[in-house]
């Protein structure tokens, strides 16, 4: 096993409330880029910080796994010196949140998922895992992955642009392995039962991760687990419907820890 990195990171805001938020599969930091200039920063200090594999930490070595993800994600946290802290994370991001959950739950004041892969991963029939594991080294199979988790209904240049984000952020090598340990991997058990306050975020137009798939696994894990739609998303909420976002995440988070 890898041993821990102080991920690349930035924070934002000045707040007692301490936030770690986690990216997904095709972007690094920079997917909460859209959010960022109106966070609560009184209230709540985020930590949003790059995967191995990814933007400033694209060359680093690593299992790229969600597991070695979550001993990471608590190093920063030491690092920080952030005893407790709510976590943040989007597709990808949120198996890695769950997982932090399940190493030192302790540690963990809320959990928010945004589009979150289930902690029992996500098993793709044959054809959509061809599709998938191929978008390592080919542009065209991210693209058709995005525009389909976003209904179809968005902007050819907006596809180009967020292909291009990811090309440039992620290590095809990195890319691909993350696939087998977010599909893949079920620890679902480790979180089962938790009572920490845990949302998760949809977007209506998401085939993919949808709230019928969040029916099925998140609100039967987490006994004080909450759902809501955002109708006007897709699978990147952070892009499509930024305010919304902010709003329903920021306002679970106060209420969730008084």
Do not use: C
Not at 101 to 129: I, M, N
Not at 232 to 243: K, Q, S
């Amino acid at each position: 096993m890898t041993t821990s990195l102080i991920l690349p990171h930035d924070l934002h805001g000045t707040g007692a409330h301490k936030v770690i938020a986690v990216h997904g599969w095709f972007a690094d930091r920079t997917a909460y880029d859209p959010l960022t200039a109106d966070l609560d920063r009184d209230a709540f200090q985020y930590a949003v910080a790059d995967l191995r594999g990814y933007g400033d930490a694209k060359d680093a070595p690593g299992a790229y796994t969600t597991g070695e993800a979550a001993v990471d994600l608590i190093a920063l946290a030491d690092r920080l010196g952030w005893d407790t802290f709510s976590l943040v994370g989007h597709s990808m991001g949120g198996a890695v949140a769950q997982r932090v959950l399940a190493l030192a739950p302790h540690r963990v004041r809320s959990l928010v998922g945004v589009s979150p892969v289930p902690a029992s991963g996500l098993p793709l029939p044959p054809e959509q895992w061809e599709l998938f594991a191929g978008a390592a080294e080919r542009p065209d199979n991210r693209r058709a992955i995005i525009d389909f988790t976003t209904g179809g209904s968005r902007p050819a240049a907006w596809l180009d642009r967020m292909v291009a984000r990811s090309l440039d952020r992620s290590d095809p090598k990195a890319f691909r392995a993350w696939l087998d340990s977010w599909a893949g991997d079920d620890f679902h058990a480790d979180v089962e039962g938790a009572a920490v306050p845990a949302l998760a975020v949809v977007g209506a137009l998401d085939p993919a991760l949808s709230a019928d798939v969040m029916r099925a696994t998140w609100m039967t894990w987490y006994a004080r687990g909450e759902l809501v739609e955002l109708p006007a998303a897709g699978h990147y909420a952070m892009d499509e419907t930024p305010l919304d976002l902010i709003r329903t995440v920021e306002d679970f988070l106060r209420a969730a820890t008084g």
